[in-house]
T-cell receptor, first 114, second 113 residues
Framework: DQQVKQNSPSLSVQEGRISILNCDYT??????FLWYKKYPAEGPTFLIS?????DKNEDGRFTVFLNKSAKHLSLHIVPSQPGDSAVYFC?????????????FGSGTQLTVLP | KAGVTQTPRYLIKTRGQQVTLSCSPI?????VSWYQQTPGQGLQFLFE???????NKGNFPGRFSGRQFSNSRSEMNVSTLELGDSALYLC????????????FGQGTRLTVV
């Protein structure tokens, strides 16, 4: 039973346009959400996060939106650049006492076309 | 400041063998987590160690085990390898178990033949 779902395995966008990556989750008790980017042959790199008490967090070209009522998370990249081409994973933090677990979605391959 | 280091980078093993993977966290980080990445399943949580104690475990069989040493370095062991264990194994470190941001190593690509 997937707790975090990324329904689009791939997305292609023209350079300079907006990229929108989507993620749905099942548990309204999750309190922290993150996006990671992964290039081939490298480990995931943290991009941006958002707490459940917020609905938007911005960092340069990257903005994460959280819609708690819809249990939906999205990442906007504006403007998209060819170097943004990578697999993007959304993740949630599941905490239990002193234990913490990052649960990832299946990833979306973003291709930014020059 | 050195990042998370995983060794070896690539490994080929035969079914039935066992394998040990190593992870050195960023200096000062005390939490180490392990993940398995496969094309069909994405990134799946294996376990997390903090101060030499396993704090959390994912839904993997007992063939998958790990440990953490006093210097926070961690090892992951898989016994009686199966073809389906072929995957990229990623290690992530963070200051504590409550930190939100985890830093990943480049991973160990394990191929079971």
């Amino acid at each position: 039973d997937q707790q975090v779902k990324q329904n689009s395995p791939s997305l292609s966008v023209q350079e300079g346009r907006i990229s929108i990556l989507n993620c749905d989750y099942t548990n309204s008790m999750f309190d922290y959400f993150l996006w990671y980017k992964k290039y081939p042959a490298e480990g995931p790199t943290f991009l941006i996060s958002i707490s459940s008490i917020k609905d938007k967090n911005e960092d340069g070209r990257f903005t994460v939106f959280l819609n708690k009522s819809a249990k939906h998370l999205s990442l906007h990249i504006v403007p998209s650049q060819p170097g943004d081409s990578a697999v993007y994973f959304c993740a949630v933090i599941i905490s239990s006492g002193s234990a913490r677990q990052l649960t990832f979605g299946s990833g979306t391959q973003l291709t930014v076309l020059p | 400041k050195a990042g998370v280091t995983q060794t070896p980078r690539y490994l080929i093993k035969t079914r039935g063998q066992q394998v040990t993977l190593s992870c050195s966290p960023i200096s000062g980080h005390r939490s180490v987590s392990w993940y398995q990445q496969t094309p069909g399943q994405g990134l799946q949580f294996l376990f997390e160690y903090f101060s030499e104690t396993q704090r959390n475990k994912g839904n993997f069989p007992g063939r998958f085990s790990g440990r953490q040493f006093s210097n926070s370095r961690s090892e992951m062991n898989v016994s009686t390898l199966e073809l389906g264990d072929s995957a990229l194994y990623l290690c992530a470190s963070s200051w504590t178990t409550t930190n939100t941001e985890a830093f990943f190593g480049q991973g160990t690509r394990l191929t079971v033949v």
